[in-house]
C-alpha cells in the first residue's frame, strides 16, 4: 500500500497507524485510554480522506489494516481487564463478550456475511468503559452479577444493536450523513446531552458515595512471589483459544498470507504448548540449584513444593485432598492470570455472617463475640471474661465430614476459609 503513495501520503498514513499502534499500549496503565484509541478509530478514515488520497472504499487497502488494529487494541483491553479488575462476575461478562466478538468476526471473515456482525456485536469496548468509568470513584465489587448483566444488556440493545445495523447493514458513513441531512447531527448531539443528563443526575445519585477520589491510572498489580504455581489446564487452553483466534482473524484481514485458518490455528497451538514445554524444561532446571533438586524429586514421583505446601494447607483447614490434573509451570507465572491475586483486595459484604462481625443480639442469635490472638475470634461471657477454649464436639469420621459441610456453607468460606473456620470454631458447642 505504501508503494503506490506519495511521501506527504505515506508520512500521514505512517502517523496514523502508529499512533494506533503506540496509544493501546496505555490501555493497562491507564485504561481510560481507550476512549482515544475509540475515538482515533472512527476519525482516521477521515483524516486519510482529506489529508491524502488513499483508496478508503470498502475495498480498497487501509480497510483490511483498520479491521486488524480494531482486533489489537481490543485484546490489549482485554489483557487490561485480565490485569486490573477485582469484579469476578464483571470480568466474567467482558471475557464472554470479547470471546462472543472474536467468533463472529471468524465467522465474517470466512463467510463475508455481514449479517454475522449484528448478530456478535462489540459489545465488550463499551462495557470496558462503563466499568472504567464506576471505578473511577467507586469500588466496582459493590454490584454483583445482576447490575453488570443488566449493564451489558443496556449497551447490547440500545447502543450497539443500532450502531451496528449503521455501520454494517446500512453502510451509512456518519459524517456523510451529517453533511446531507443537518439535523441528524443535532439528534445526536441532543441525545448525547440527553444520556450525559440521565447518567449524572439519576444514575449517580442511586450509586451510592464515592469510595475515593479520581483514580485515572490503575491500581497496582499485586506482588507475585517467586515460587512455582499451578495453572489448570483451561487456563492454557484459554491463551490458545485467545491467540489462535486473533492470529484467524489477522491471517484473513491481511493480505498476503495464504495459509488457511485450520493451518494457523494448529501452528499457534503448537507454539504456545513448545512454550510451555520449554518454559518447565528451563524452570526445572533453574530450580534445581534454588529448591534442592525439584527435578530430582519429581523423578521419584514425589508431588512438587507448591502441592505438598497446597496439601498441608487444606489439612490444617479439615478440607479434602484436592484431586485433579494441574499442569506446573515452574517459572512462566504470565499464565496464571493476575486477576487470580485480585481476590485479596475484595472487600467483605457486609452480611458475612462471620463471628467477628456479628453483634450482641443480632439477627444470628448468637452470643457476642469479640477477636483476640490476631483475627481469630472468641466467645465473650456475660461479664466480658472469655471462657477457655473447648475443642469442637465432632470427632471421628463422621463428625469431621459434617463439619466440612458446615464450613462449606459458610457464604465467607470462597473468600477466606481461614476467617469462617474461626467462626465455626467460636460457636457454642
Known amino acids: 500500500m505504501l508503494a503506490a503513495l506519495s511521501a506527504p501520503d505515506t508520512a500521514v498514513v505512517v502517523l496514523i497507524v502508529a499512533a494506533r499502534l503506540l496509544i493501546p499500549l496505555l490501555i493497562p496503565r491507564w485504561p481510560l485510554i481507550i476512549l482515544v484509541a475509540f475515538a482515533l478509530d472512527g476519525i482516521d478514515n477521515g483524516l486519510l480522506s482529506a489529508f491524502t488520497d488513499v483508496d478508503m472504499s470498502a475495498d480498497g487497502p487501509y480497510q483490511s489494516w483498520d479491521k486488524a488494529l480494531d482486533i489489537y487494541y481490543q485484546s490489549i483491553a482485554y489483557l487490561a481487564a485480565m490485569r486490573n479488575w477485582t469484579s469476578r462476575p464483571a470480568f466474567r461478562i467482558a471475557q464472554f463478550l470479547f470471546y462472543y466478538r472474536l467468533v463472529g468476526v471468524v465467522a465474517f471473515e470466512l463467510t463475508h456475511e455481514r449479517a454475522l456482525l449484528l448478530v456478535f456485536p462489540n459489545t465488550f469496548e463499551f462495557f470496558f468503559i462503563a466499568y472504567e468509568l464506576i471505578r473511577l470513584r467507586r469500588e466496582p465489587t459493590r454490584w454483583g452479577l445482576r447490575f453488570w448483566l443488566l449493564v451489558a444488556a443496556g449497551l447490547w440493545v440500545f447502543v450497539k444493536l443500532p450502531q451496528e445495523w449503521w455501520i454494517h447493514i446500512a453502510q451509512l458513513d456518519f459524517t456523510d450523513t451529517v453533511a446531507d441531512h443537518p439535523w441528524v447531527g443535532v439528534v445526536a448531539v441532543v441525545g448525547g446531552v440527553v444520556l450525559a443528563a440521565v447518567g449524572w443526575f439519576v444514575a449517580r445519585p442511586r450509586m451510592g458515595p464515592p ?45 498476503g498470507i495464504d495459509a488457511r485458518p485450520w493451518q494457523v490455528a494448529v501452528g499457534v497451538a503448537c507454539v504456545v504448548l513448545a512454550n510451555a514445554a520449554i518454559t518447565i524444561g528451563t524452570g526445572g532446571l533453574a530450580g534445581v540449584a534454588a529448591a534442592g533438586g525439584p527435578v530430582r524429586r519429581a523423578a521419584r514421583g514425589e508431588p512438587a513444593a507448591g502441592v505438598r505446601r497446597q496439601r498441608g494447607a487444606d489439612r490444617r483447614r479439615g478440607l479434602p485432598a484436592r484431586r485433579g490434573a494441574l499442569l506446573r509451570l515452574p517459572a512462566q507465572r504470565d499464565h496464571r492470570p493476575v486477576r487470580r491475586l485480585q481476590a485479596g483486595r475484595r472487600r467483605p459484604r457486609s452480611g458475612c455472617p462471620l463471628a467477628h462481625d456479628r453483634e450482641p443480639g443480632g439477627p444470628s442469635g448468637r452470643q457476642a463475640t469479640r477477636p483476640i490472638h490476631g483475627d481469630r475470634p472468641q466467645p465473650v461471657g456475660a461479664r466480658g471474661q472469655l471462657p477457655a477454649r473447648q475443642p469442637p464436639a465432632e470427632a471421628g469420621p463422621d463428625g469431621r465430614r459434617r463439619r466440612r459441610r458446615r464450613l462449606h456453607a459458610q457464604p465467607c468460606a470462597a473468600r477466606d476459609p481461614a476467617r469462617a473456620r474461626a467462626a465455626l470454631d467460636a460457636e457454642p458447642q
Not at 475515593?212 to 512471589?225: G, M, Q, T
Not at 487456563?235 to 491471517?251: G, N, P, R, S, Y
Open 211 to 255: 469510595d475515593w477520589s479520581w483514580r485515572i491510572a490503575a491500581d497496582p498489580a499485586p506482588a507475585v512471589d517467586g515460587a512455582a504455581r499451578p495453572v489448570s489446564l483451561p487456563e492454557v487452553a484459554e491463551k490458545v483459544a485467545l491467540l489462535a483466534l486473533v492470529c484467524v482473524i489477522f491471517a484473513e484481514i491481511l493480505p
